[in-house]
């Protein structure tokens, strides 16, 4: 089941601050944060594994609250290099194997 | 090292043909995931193979299918298609093996984009 992001798009400035979201309805064990800029392939930003520990890439940090099957990606002091379509991906069990499902992205303007 | 490449880059087709994408992963990496990318649709997951075997199946109908070869690298193919099958195809592979533990990273590649006439 596709996790849901939410903002689905945000304009910033550049040095603000953003947070996005995302959420499942299924038990997770991890959930993965990628970027993709325009015409290029997702970029891998960080992976949060059940545990509630918060990863940090650069000025972008993410937390995983496991309880609420929730993830939030804190990009701070925005670059304009931090425009793009952010995608959470949530890891789930499915049979014996584990899948990883995309949200529909949210869409990070930063204007100088 | 080289990235993960799909070919072709680009292509046309009419409704009803069929196509063939091909995915070669990073060496050493023996899982290849495919991904269907529509706008406002984000990543809609096709299919993961690992070892020659189909590990998932994403819901998409019998018309897509895809197999991997003893090299790792890997194929999908769509029949008969339709003009909602215009999108851009991504393969990713990964060091994982998809039922142990430990962190399942992709590497994307650049994409195939697929439209439908």
């Known amino acids: 089941q596709q996790p849901v992001q939410s903002p689905q798009a945000v304009i910033l400035r550049e040095g603000e601050d953003a947070v996005i979201n995302c959420s499942s309805s299924k038990a997770l064990y991890s959930v993965h944060w990628y970027r993709q800029k325009h015409g290029e392939a997702p970029v891998f930003l960080m992976i949060l594994l059940k545990g509630g520990e918060q990863k940090g890439h650069e000025k972008i940090s993410a937390s995983f609250n496991e309880k609420k099957q929730q993830s939030s990606l804190y990009l701070t002091a925005s670059q304009l290099s931090y425009s793009g379509t952010y995608f959470c991906g949530t890891e789930m069990m499915t049979g014996s194997a584990r899948q990883l499902t995309f949200g529909s992205g949210t869409q990070l303007t930063v204007l100088p | 090292k080289a990235g993960v490449t799909q070919t072709p880059r680009y292509l046309i087709k009419t409704r009803g043909q069929q196509v063939t994408l091909s995915c070669s992963p990073i060496?050493?990496?023996?899982?290849v995931s495919w991904y269907q990318q529509t706008p406002g649709q984000g990543l809609q997951f096709l299919f993961e193979?690992?070892?020659?075997?189909?590990?998932n199946k994403g819901n998409f109908p019998g018309r897509f299918s895809g197999r991997q070869f003893s090299n790792s690298r890997s194929e999908m193919n769509v029949s008969t298609l339709e003009l909602g099958d215009s999108a851009l195809y991504l393969c990713?592979?990964?060091?994982?093996?998809?039922?142990?533990?430990?962190?399942?990273?992709?590497?994307f590649g650049a994409g195939s984009r697929l439209t439908v006439l």
């Open positions: 990713a592979s990964s060091l994982f093996r998809p039922s142990s533990a430990g962190a399942n990273v992709l590497t």
């Open positions: 193979y690992f070892s020659e075997t189909q590990r």
């Open positions: 060496s050493g990496h023996r899982s």
